[in-house]
Structure formats: C-alpha cells, structure tokens
C-alpha cells in the first residue's frame, strides 16, 4: 500500500471514530504514523480495517472474528458509543457481584475490614487487568478463545477453561437470578414468601428455566439486545437503589451500619481469608478471568479510551456496590437480624427486617425487581461469553441456534444448584451444591483463573502494544507492562502461601 493511500485510510478511520462518538481524532494529522508505521507517541493505534456500524448487531452478526471479517465473510460489529459500551460492562459486573455476594461478603468478613481489602484490590490490580482484557479482546476482535490463539496457539487452552468457568459460573447466577424474579413476582402479587417456603417445591427450577428463555430473547437480537436492555436496566436500578439507600439511612440503624461498613478492625487485616474473599470479590464483580470484557472489548471501536472507560466502569461498580451496603445493613441492624446470614441474605433476612419495620408491602417488592434487573443483566454478559465462543468454534451454527444452544447448556448445567434449593436438597459434603459451588468458583477458581489469564495477558502483551491501545508515553506503557507481569506473580504467592498453611 503507498504512503498516500495510508494515510487516506487513516483519514477515513478517524472519522468513522469521530461518528462514534470519540473526540481523540478531531486531529487526523496528530495521530499519522511515523515512519515505522507505529502511531504517535501517546496516540491510540488506527485500524486498518473499516469497521461497520454496531446497526449490524441487528441483524445478528455479532460473534465474529477478525480472520472472518478480513475474508469478507462477515461485517465487523461495534458498540454504538463509549457510553453505550461503559452502560453494558458496567452492568455485566453489577448484577448479583454487588447486590447480593458484595453484601453477604462483607458481612462474613468483618464489615469495614472487607471494604478497605476490596479497595485495595479494585484499585492496585482489578483496574488494570481490567483494561488489559479490554485491550486484548479489541486487538483481536474475537472471542474468548481466538483473544487467546492470537498471542499463541500454546494459550487456547486458557481460553477454553476461562469459557468453561463462566459457563459454571453463569449455571448458579441463573438459578439466583430465577428467585429474585420469584420473589419480586410473589411480593408484587402478595406478601414476599419464606426463603424456606419458597425453596420447599421446585419452584427454583422452573424460575431457571423462566430466566434462561428471557436471557435467550434479549441475546437473539445481538449485541443491540445488550445495549437497549443496558439503557433501561442502569439508570433504573441506580435510582431504585438509591431510593432504598436513603430510606434505610432515614429509618434504619444508620449509625450501626455505617460503623460495621467503614470502621475497619486492624487485628483482622492479617486475615487471609479476608484478602483472598477481598481479591475474589474484586476480580467477579469486575468480571476479572471470566471473559465478559475480552468479549465486550471485541465490539469496542479503536478510538475510544480504554483507561478512562475501566476508571468509569469500576467507580459505576464500586459505588453500587458501597450503595447496597447502605441500603441493606441499616435495615438488618434495626431489625436485630444477622448481617453475616450467608446466601440467605437477600431472601430471607431483608424480607423479615422489612415485616418488621412496617415498610414490607412497598419496599419487598421493589428491593426484588431491582435485583432482578440487575441480575438479569449480568446473566446478558454472561451468556454472549457462551455464545459467542460457540458461535465463532462453530460457524455453521445460526445466530439464534447459537443463543438457544448456549443458554440450554447453561440451564441444564444449573439444574443441580436448583434442586440443591428445592424439596431434594441436593449438597455437597455438608452444602448446599450452589453455595459450594459459588464458593469454589466464585471465589477460589475465579481468583485462580484471573492470576492465570492475567500473567498470560501480561507477558504476551507487549509494552509496546499497550502503548498503541492505550495511547500512553513509553515510560508510562513499560510501567503498566511490568505491573501487569508482576502482580499476578505477587497474587499467586499470596493465595498459594494462605493455601499451604491452611490460613483460610
């Protein structure tokens, strides 16, 4: 290619960025590679490829990889916006990660203790792995597995196990995700039903299967299902949570509450258990080793700018989940009710502490929809992991076939975590099979996988290409690529000493 016709597809991909809603290309002449083709110093890197607008979601081309695209088999897909896409990963990682486990963590690990871990994790190590996934999901323009095969045909293994972790993951949120809309159905209808009550028949497995064909009709229209239903789904959970915030403040033990969240107990932060719970929760809600942001990174055009979208969607993340802490623990606390009740938080302890102040008719059934809503949305980016990886191994297979085959493993897979709450009470050892399986896998397999991908991420992306993606200096882009190299090695020391010597 001449040098003209380069820089006459430069001019063209600046503006295709500048529709997008991006304003880093109002200068095309800033952004023109030097004479080793690389961009500008601080530049973020131009695609050589147009990129159709993300209207192609619509008609159901949206798991596709670059090779496929390049060969002109399928058009590329993208976010319409960077807000759309800051809405849809935002609400990928909020879900149940910060409305139901956020809450129950930190009410089994010492309230204030938890937070100031959990601080520690989102900011020193989610944040930036984060945007290394981002990154190397919108290099490849892929799946999961391709993002892998791309820095080595050694690593598809890594993507194949990430896909399968989050097709483990997704087999309980489902089931977790089907009471919340029981109980927001039953509270809406009636007064909010026992967690025992509830769980005495198989109504777990039939409100699993009720949330998978949901899930399977929002994904069947592509990646525009995922931002119409993100647009509605944030801003409505964001007031209804700061709705119940500030009613529990008024009416609660705010005092209490406020005490247990932000007054930390020095003696318990040499608590292993503490810190690994911390660093679990930090990697699931910001979907750390689960594929949910190499995905969304694959949709996400060139010109927009990963730091300030990660920085975005982890403050979106953390502040709901401080939310729901406010909104949850003052309640508890008035009633005289146990913050550290596990599981059974959302759907037994908070329906009671709502009897007992008086507020149970209204607030039920709004604290239920709200959860609903937010675990619905995290089940959308948790299934186009799924699908996506299907629909791109196996190319034959149909838009719709792809969700329908997806979403049917899910449920099936989950079927064992909802007898487990229902009359058979399935278990494992002395557990329930979805708590332990959360517990393994939520917590534990996900930490494992996050170290995994991440030091395979780090030493196979390059500073250099952290520079062209991130549009950072040299010093700046050799800085983030040793942290990104020597943070999953620190974690792994930390967890597999807590391992060894039994320490949690």
Request: charged share 15%.
């Amino acid at each position: 290619m001449s040098r003209r016709a380069q820089d006459e597809d430069d001019r063209r991909d600046a503006a295709r960025a500048r529709k997008d809603g991006d304003t880093s290309g109002d200068n095309p002449a800033a952004d023109t590679p030097d004479d080793n083709g690389r961009p500008a110093a601080g530049k973020r890197e131009l695609t050589r490829h147009p990129r159709e607008e993300s209207g192609q979601a619509a008609a159901g081309l949206t798991d596709v990889s670059r090779e496929a695209a390049e060969r002109a088999e399928q058009p590329y897909a993208l976010w319409s916006s960077e807000r759309m896409f800051i809405l849809s990963t935002a609400a990928a990682g909020v879900g149940l990660g910060n409305l139901w486990r956020f809450p129950t963590l930190v009410g089994e690990n010492g309230g204030g203790v938890f937070l100031l871990a959990y601080a520690v994790a989102v900011i020193a190590f989610a944040i930036p792995f984060a945007a290394l996934e981002i990154a190397v999901g919108r290099a490849a323009h892929g799946s999961v597995i391709a993002s892998f095969r791309s820095l080595g045909r050694r690593f598809v293994p890594v993507g194949v196990a990430i896909v399968l972790l989050t097709l483990v993951i997704d087999s309980y949120y489902f089931v977790i995700t089907g009471w919340t809309l029981g109980f927001a159905v039953e509270a809406t209808l009636g007064p909010a039903p026992g967690f025992e009550d509830f769980t005495a028949g198989y109504a777990s497995v039939w409100w699993l299967c009720a949330v998978g064909a949901l899930v399977a009709a929002i994904l069947a229209f592509g990646l525009s299902g995922i931002e119409r239903a993100a647009q509605f789904l944030m801003p409505v959970l964001l007031l209804a949570l700061v709705g119940i915030a500030i009613y529990g403040l008024s009416n609660g033990a705010a005092t209490e509450a406020l005490s247990f969240l932000f007054s930390p107990d020095p003696s318990r932060l040499t608590d292993a258990e503490v810190w690994r719970s911390a660093f679990g929760q930090a990697f699931f809600s910001l979907t750390i080793g689960q594929g949910y942001l190499i995905t969304y990174g694959s949709y996400l055009p060139l010109r927009v700018n990963v730091p300030r979208s990660v920085a975005v969607i982890a403050a979106i993340n953390s502040s709901v989940a401080i939310l729901a802490g406010l909104a949850i623990f003052p309640l508890v606390f008035a009633a005289g009710l146990d913050p550290g009740a596990g599981s059974e938080l959302a759907f037994e302890t908070l329906p009671r502490a709502f009897e007992q102040m008086g507020g149970g008719a209204f607030l039920a059934p709004v604290f239920f929809w709200l959860l609903f809503l937010a675990a619905l949305s995290s089940c959308l980016g948790g299934a186009k992991v799924v699908t996506a990886a299907l629909r791109e191994q196996w190319r034959r297979i149909g838009q719709v076939s792809g969700v329908l085959i997806g979403i049917a493993a899910i449920v099936a897979l989950g079927v064992p975590s909802a007898l487990s709450y229902a009359a058979p009470e399935w278990t494992i050892g002395d557990r329930p099979v979805l708590d332990a399986v959360d517990r393994i896998v939520g917590s534990n397999g996900t930490i494992v996988m996050g170290i995994v991908s991440s030091a395979v991420l780090g030493w196979r992306f390059s500073p250099d290409r952290l520079s062209r993606q991130f549009g950072l200096r040299d010093r700046a882009a050799l800085t983030l690529g040793w942290l990104v190299r020597i943070a999953p090695i620190a974690l792994a020391v930390l967890f597999g000493v807590g391992l060894v010597t039994g320490d949690g």
